[in-house]
């Protein structure tokens, strides 16, 4: 087992593969595009663009490390085809009946869909994709294979026209398979589906290592899309088929699977994703644009901000909120955002609503806000409550921001908030109106949650996080190594702590790793030495103030190594062990907590000293007051600065099994930090665990 | 604290539960489901399935895959805990599955497609018109059109401004197409100028060497800026204007002839037949006026690219319909007398060309939808193609002998002889061949019409001293191949999409 080590920049050359996205459109992945490529400015980058004609302009402006822009026209002009090599004669028709034959087949065979699309890849080097596939050749093949699998009964028999339509989308589907690969250390398609076929080209090509990261999950996408599909059932079924096995096949190809979110996931290993290879990297937002809101309405508010739209659910919002007037009569619903075109009658059947149930002097409709962080100051809690979502911005800003949040279990929403508000279920107009009022009624519950989703929200979802992941990604997978999983043990782990109440197999789902690898009873003869050599790592860590890194460190080795110790002894109580491996990642965690609080106290010293430099410098006659206040600022913050390194050794050297470092460390962090261990007992579980 | 969602933590801090959703994912990790095939054995709806059966009646049964249930399940709010809790399922997939595999596939009949070549009973005549009426103008101008350079000016102003006009228009239906409302207005407005320029200019380089009059010049550049203006027009959908822009010179025009050209009239129906460009040229400034500030490029090196095909094969066309007439003038074999006949019918029957190529695609689609094999499709839609010519020729058939007998009853001409009816014959031909022509281009043939259509060109230039032989040649060539082509390639289901 590979276990995660500070990696090493190197300059490498990524080849970024997206389909309608960035550069030629505006949108949340082209923009997610954009910072990735900005915040890891010693890798180059060649986008490869899937668009619709290829007439489309750049709309982004391109930073310099982006070496070239590649767009691939899926519906414009036909692309250049290949000189034919002279006397090759490639049998066109054996090529067309294997793939066309995988593709119906009732099994979802990604090794049959492979070779035979592979086959195809081989062929376009050679000859014209193009030709081969709008062809009488094609519409018959594609006719006669539905003749042999086609149901007998319930579905009409295909027309001709639905054989060729069939061709021409797969025609169309296939040209990104067509392009000459571009080379380049990792091939990153930022879709499945389409916008993977250029990765696979690469890979299959110059055997490039594969990524594929899903901000949406494409297949899924695909099905909704075609729910009102412009073809008829039998293209449908074709065109889907195609997809999902393309799908599939991309999953097992790529070497890491990156989803932007646990949901996601899902629906990746429902589909035969290697959970061993996946890797979940959350988006992130940009903290600086979302600063800790501290005031709170006058009055209890529920603020809510997003497009209004009927898969917002403001009528569920609505109803609840009319019982939680009926309760706290001062209580107010500010709804921020607008209506998109075509939208307008929703927003005046949500008005209607609001007239009917009374509500008129309490809820607002606010229209679109210039600042979208001032929707969220607006309320005392943020509530989402949307029938269908990925992973939305709104409700990580909000937290970002330092608002409790309450949101509806769909989507990633659950794992957004994790154990730092409310998920209740959608179109449950009591429910949710249950947990405002909890919230509204209790002023230290709603400042407590407030406080840990932005201390959550700042830990998981900044975009500063999402760049280094894919940093440490890429270094791993261009010098073809195998992406770690220790991190995906603590990632599981918290994930599973704030979703299932520790169930271990739900820890293990969500890691990706089976469960004896989260109970880490696997046999791991090297796990004593692994920890003695990952101990310099976490003393770099702790020195260099990277507190995620040494915590994430410091749970591996103290798992392990107490894990090995109880695995000898207890040969096979799995779910015994299993309950110590987690309760160690809790006590671990709340050290951890307890040293960003610390570090929280210490940049807030910092802040005060430099306000009191600025008084300094502006009121000239007390300078000599204002100087000695900003060295006693620089005194409370070095002295903060040191408790938290001090509280850092002490997990440190918990965790690392060093007693007496401990012991002293302990002792030390005691005499200089009573107030901490009183108010928050970190401490004590320390002392416990000692 | 109700039921249902999640409680703040108690204690450890990472010890938060959450709805039951998560807990879904602890089963062991399935492999995508096995299909049974396309369609999957249904068997009866379980009786707690059967709110979501109604619910979803629509999407169940005409669902391609389980997934496709699982996401619409899940688009509308159903989430693991729902499905565990209320169906007893243990996540939204075996929800997806269960119903998939109960329900029978039984999709609903698409929507009938819209019909993109419907159109009214009086199109063919009111476009037939269009094109035939400016034809009028000409023998009004006579006065105009005297002295040196005479043919070669007005050649070289149908010449240029046909081409430009067929690659402005094809320029205009790609940028209609695909962009923005107002971008398509906005190309066609600056292109229509930029191609009347070039036309200008065209006409400029010819009279440095023929020296026509003045009045020569203006009348070629009126016919080139009429051409434009009624491309944009056309292309825009507002054909109607150009009968506002053609009012005053027909009908000044066919007064002026049927009273026999007097002479203190000419000015009058001069000053008449120039207003129709001018009025053509406001109808266009009017129709694209700018609603909003360009944001794009005007256009693309891809678009010009695009209309590169449709630019050639105007110049080739008009070279083609202008040959026989301006050989025949400029006194090489002789007047072409069934040419000059033919020509007007010719220009009116593209009214009834375009109705039978609608006709032809209309029926071609319905083909389509309703033909089960390629083999039958084949025969049917060359029957359909034959049909179509046999309309077309039937209409411009018409056209002629009644234009034919129009004018030997008027005694413009005399009994045609057997030469001059194999002239209009040949120049029929041609007709026809431009009418598949066209329909091969309107269905992406471009090259072989390109190709076949400059070679009859070719053929016909460097055999002009053999007279009526070298058209009969060159025309009837160019039917036969085109037919026979069209033949071969409008059999393939593919064209028709």
Redesign the interface.
């Known amino acids: 087992m590979t276990v995660a080590t500070p990696f090493v920049h190197s300059d490498m050359e990524i080849a970024l593969i997206g389909e309608g996205t960035y550069p030629y459109q505006f949108g949340g992945v082209s923009v997610w595009c954009d910072q990735l490529i900005r915040g890891l400015p010693a890798h180059d980058f060649r986008v490869i663009a899937l668009v619709a004609t290829g007439a489309e302009p750049v709309k982004f402006e391109l930073p310099e490390n982006v070496l070239s822009v590649d767009p691939v026209p899926l519906w414009g002009p036909s692309p250049a085809s290949p000189r034919r090599r002279r006397g090759r004669r490639t049998p066109s028709r054996q090529l067309l009946l294997r793939f066309v034959e995988a593709l119906l087949s009732p099994h979802d065979e990604k090794d049959v869909f492979g070779e035979a699309l592979r086959e195809l890849f081989e062929f376009s080097k050679l000859d014209s994709l193009q030709n081969l596939l709008i062809s009488q050749e094609a519409v018959e093949v594609v006719g006669n294979a539905w003749r042999e699998h086609w149901p007998d009964r319930g579905v009409p028999t295909p027309t001709v026209q639905d054989a060729a339509m069939a061709v021409q989308v797969l025609e169309h589907s296939l040209r990104p398979l067509a392009r000459p690969p571009v080379r380049a250390d990792v091939a990153h398609a930022v879709t499945n589906g389409l916008g993977a076929l250029p990765a696979l080209a690469c890979k299959w090509e110059f055997d490039m290592p594969m990524l594929v990261t899903e901000h949406g999950v494409a297949l899924r996408e695909q099905f909704l899309h075609h729910r009102e599909s412009p073809y008829g059932w039998a293209v449908k079924a074709f065109y889907l088929g195609f997809m999902r096995r393309l799908c599939i096949l991309c999953y097992h190809e790529a070497q890491t699977i990156a989803p932007g979110n646990v949901y996601n996931r899902r629906w990746e290993e429902r589909l035969g994703a290697d959970a061993a290879k996946v890797r979940t990297v959350y988006n992130g937002v940009e903290p600086d644009e979302f600063p800790a809101v501290t005031d709170e309405p006058a009055v209890p508010t529920i603020s809510w901000a997003g497009r209004i739209d009927p898969f917002k659910d403001l009528e569920t919002l609505i109803r609840a909120f009319a019982t939680v007037a009926g309760e706290l009569p001062t209580a107010r619903l500010r709804l921020f955002g607008s209506a998109p075109p075509g939208r307008g009658p929703y927003l005046e059947e949500c008005k209607r609503l609001v007239r009917e149930l009374g509500l008129e002097r309490a809820v607002t409709f606010e229209g679109r806000v210039e600042e979208i962080r001032d929707a969220y100051g607006a309320g005392s809690i943020v509530v989402l409550c949307s029938i269908t979502e990925g992973f939305p911005y709104t409700l990580i800003e909000a937290m970002t921001c330092g608002r409790a949040c309450i949101g509806t279990d769909v989507g990633g929403v659950s794992e957004a908030i994790g154990d730092t508000g409310f998920v209740v279920p959608p179109r449950d107009p009591e429910a949710l109106a249950d947990a405002c009022l909890t919230l509204l009624r209790d002023d230290e519950l709603r400042r407590r949650l407030g406080a840990a989703a932005r201390v959550r929200a700042l830990e998981y979802f900044t975009v500063d996080r999402a760049i280094s992941a894919y940093d440490e990604i890429y270094s791993f997978l261009g010098a073809r190594r195998v992406l770690p999983t220790a991190s995906d043990a603590l990632e599981a782990r918290a994930a599973a702590a704030a979703s299932s109440g520790g169930k271990l197999e739900t820890a293990a789902a969500l890691a990706g790793e089976p469960a004896s690898t989260v109970a880490f009873v696997r046999p791991q003869p090297d796990l004593g030495d692994l920890a003695s050599e990952m101990l310099p790592a976490l003393r770099a860590a702790v020195a260099g103030d990277d507190w995620t890194l040494a915590a994430a460190i410091a749970t591996v080795v103290a798992e392990f190594t107490d894990t090995r110790a109880e695995a000898a002894r207890a040969g096979d109580r799995v779910d015994e062990l299993a309950d110590i491996a987690l309760e160690a990642a809790g006590f671990v965690d709340d050290a951890r907590q307890a040293a960003t609080e610390a570090r929280r106290w210490a940049e807030e010293a910092v802040s005060a000293a430099a306000v009191a430099e600025q008084l300094a410098v502006k009121a000239t006659e007390s300078a000599a007051q204002a100087a000695r206040a900003a060295q006693d600022g620089a005194e409370r913050a070095a002295d903060a600065q040191r408790r938290a390194d001090l509280l850092g050794s002490v997990v440190a050297f918990a965790h690392a099994g060093e007693p007496a470092a401990w012991h002293d460390a302990l002792e030390a962090a005691r005499r200089l930090w009573p107030e901490v261990s009183e108010q928050h007992g970190a401490l004590a579980p320390l002392e416990e665990a000692g | ?2 039921a ?6 108690e204690g ?8 039951g ?3 879904t ?3 062991p ?4 489901s ?6 999957a054995v249904a068997g009866p709806v379980p009786q707690r399935l059967d709110g979501l059966y109604e619910e979803f009646r629509e ?1 169940l049964e ?1 669902a ?2 389980p ?2 249930i ?3 399940l ?4 159903m ?1 693991d ?2 499905a565990q809790k209320r169906y007893g399922c243990s ?1 939204v ?1 075996e929800l997806a599955d269960q119903l998939y595999g109960s329900v ?4 609903a ?2 929507p009938p497609p819209t019909d993109p070549w419907q159109f009214s009973k009086f199109r063919p005549v009111v476009q037939g018109l269009l094109y035939g009426l400016p034809a009028l103008c000409f023998p009004a101008a006579r006065g105009l059109l005297v002295g040196p350079g005479v043919l070669p000016m007005l050649v070289v102003a149908l010449l240029a401004a046909w081409s430009l006009s067929q690659g402005l228009a094809a320029l205009g239906f790609i940028r209609v197409g ?1 962009s923005a409302a107002g971008e398509g207005e906005a190309l066609l407005r600056t292109g229509a100028a930029f191609c009347l320029a070039a036309v200008v200019a065209a006409l400029a380089m010819c009279d440095s060497v023929v020296h026509a009059r003045l009045s020569v010049l203006l009348f070629g550049a009126g016919e080139g800026a009429y051409m434009l203006g009624a491309c944009v027009l056309m292309v825009l959908g507002h054909g109607r204007w150009l009968f506002l822009a053609l009012a005053p010179g027909v009908a000044f025009g066919a007064a002026f002839l049927a009273l026999g050209r007097p002479p203190g009239f000419a000015h009058v129906v001069w000053a008449a037949l120039a207003a129709v460009p001018l009025m053509a040229l406001i109808s266009v400034h009017i129709i694209t006026r700018p609603k909003h500030p360009p944001t ?2 005007l256009c ?1 090196m ?2 010009l690219l ?1 209309s590169l095909p449709a630019f050639t094969f105007g110049l080739i066309a008009a070279g083609l319909l202008a040959y026989p007439v301006a050989a025949g003038l400029s006194g090489h074999g002789g007047i072409n007398t069934g040419a000059l006949l033919a020509s007007l019918p010719i220009s009116l029957s593209m009214g009834s060309a375009e109705a039978s190529l609608l006709w032809y695609r209309r029926r071609v689609r319905r ?8 083999t039958t ?1 084949a025969r049917k839609s060359r029957a359909a193609l034959c049909m179509a010519v046999l309309q077309y020729v039937g209409v411009a058939g018409a056209l002629v002998m009644i234009v034919i007998a129009v004018a030997v009853g008027t005694g413009l001409v005399q009994q045609p002889s057997r030469v001059e009816l194999v002239q209009v014959a040949t120049y029929l031909a041609l007709g026809v061949a431009m009418f598949l022509a066209l329909t091969l281009q309107a269905l992406g043939l471009r090259a072989f019409a390109l190709t076949a259509g400059a070679m009859a060109l070719g053929c016909e230039i460097s055999l002009r001293g053999l007279g009526i032989s070298a058209q009969v040649v060159a025309c009837g060539g160019l039917l036969l191949a085109v037919m026979t082509y069209a033949m071969l390639r409008l059999g ?3 064209r ?2």
């Open positions: 604290m109700s249902g969602w999640t409680a703040p933590p450890r801090s990472n010890g938060a539960v959450s709805s959703g998560w807990t994912l602890t089963g990790r399935r492999k995508p096995q299909r049974a095939g396309l369609v999407i005409s391609v895959d997934l496709e699982a996401s619409a899940e688009f509308d709010g989430s805990s729902v996540d997939f029978p596939r039984r999709p009949d698409p695909h794009g490029p693309t891809h678009e695009a083909l389509l939808r309703t033909t089960t094999d390629l499709f393939q289901a593919l028709h999409l």
